[in-house]
């Protein structure tokens, strides 16, 4: 990043943000999806019963404590192939 001026810096630091924020509005889409697929099915009241509303909650947890798990284990892989020289996808 060093090689790029002021405006170019501000440009990329704008698209890598903008990124992010996808990437964690498509996560947020699916944990919603998957933990109410999994979770809700009495649709006869407005709100979640004492076992559909735990239910969600321990979907939410696992979902979560996976993705940071995920996260974790790829950037060991990345530390270990950068440190033996291998870059990724080659």
Do not use: I
């Not at 009241?45 to 947890?61: I, M, Q, S, W, Y």
Request: glycine content about 6%; charged content about 30%; some cysteine.
């Amino acid at each position: 990043m060093d090689s790029l001026n002021a405006a170019e810096q501000k440009e990329l630091q704008s698209r890598v943000e903008r990124r992010q924020m996808k990437e964690f509005m498509t996560m947020y889409g699916k944990l919603v999806q998957r933990c109410f697929d999994d979770c809700v099915n009495d649709f006869s009241t407005k709100a979640l019963h004492t076992r559909e509303e735990g239910c969600v909650l321990r979907c939410v947890d696992k979902y979560l404590k996976g993705s940071e798990r995920l996260g974790q284990r790829w950037q060991e892989q990345n530390a270990a192939m950068m440190q033996s020289g291998q870059l990724p996808g080659s």
